[in-house]
Antibody, heavy 121, light 110 residues
Framework: EVQLVQSGAEVKKPGESLKISCKGSGYSFTSYWIGWVRQMPGKGLEWMGIIYPGDSDTRYSPSFQGQVTISADKSISTAYLQWSSLKASDTAMYYCARREYSSSSDWFDPWGQGTLVTVSS | QSALTQPASVSGSPGQSITISCTGTSSDVGSYNLVSWYQQHPGKAPKLMIY???KRPSGVSNRFSGSKSGNTASLTISGLQAEDEADYYC??????????FGGGTKLTVL
């Protein structure tokens, strides 16, 4: 079974750093893109960026470029999303999802269960 | 990129059909046959329902169908059931490896 399992909920203070994870199993982790999607409380889905674990090629949404860093460790089939200095406005649920992406295909499936990040003083 | 435009809410009675629209531009929906649709129940992760505009993943009911005309994609759910009550999001490829999501539509089964 193809599965993405994310790290647990986090509560942080403004200015702190954070790295959340997304571990893939049941497929060749290095052969598919992994995407990150933000969902702020009561709001819709926003695409943040993607990484190809095979060569660490990373692309960011212009809205998130410079705000977060996406990385991957293919030796442990895990992708990461990190912040160097959190803001209250980073409070959201963050999902990772495997992206089927080529010149003729593009969709996200499956999705991780989500990681809730709460930033509050 | 601006979010794709979806109606905030739609509703229907059990057994009826509903359609959710997803309007983009000639830079996203209109340029690529790469629209996908996701179902999200409260407190749950999104689930792929339709990809490449009209294809259904294995395990998704054939009551769900997708189509596209110009800059607008549509998701139709026929034979509405109580379990279909959820939020639905469209998503389109928008060039340069980017995607854009719709704002989401809350489906209420009356």
């Amino acid at each position: 079974e193809v599965q993405l399992v994310q790290s647990g909920a986090e509560v942080k203070k403004p200015g702190e750093s954070l790295k959340i994870s997304c571990k893939g199993s049941g497929y060749s982790f290095t052969s598919y893109w992994i995407g990150w999607v933000r969902q702020m409380p009561g709001k819709g889905l926003e695409w943040m960026g993607i990484i190809y674990p095979g060569d660490s090629d990373t692309r960011y949404s212009p809205s998130f470029q410079g705000q977060v860093t996406i990385s991957a460790d293919k030796s442990i089939s895990t992708a990461y999303l990190q912040w160097s200095s959190l803001k209250a406005s980073d409070t959201a649920m963050y999902y990772c999802a495997r992206r089927e992406y080529s010149s003729s295909s593009d969709w996200f499936d499956p999705w991780g269960q989500g990681t809730l990040v709460t930033v509050s003083s | 990129q601006s979010a794709l435009t979806q109606p905030a809410s739609v509703s229907g009675s059990p057994g009826q059909s509903i359609t959710i629209s997803c309007t983009g531009t000639s830079s996203d929906v209109g340029s690529y046959n790469l629209v996908s649709w996701y179902q999200q129940h409260p407190g749950k992760a999104p689930k792929l329902m339709i990809y490449e505009g009209s294809k259904r993943p294995s395990g998704v009911s054939n009551r769900f169908s997708g189509s596209k005309s110009g800059n607008t994609a549509s998701l139709t759910i026929s034979g509405l059931q109580a379990e279909d009550e959820a939020d639905y999001y469209c998503c389109s490829y928008a060039g340069s490896s980017s995607v854009v999501f719709g704002g989401g539509t809350k489906l209420t089964v009356l």
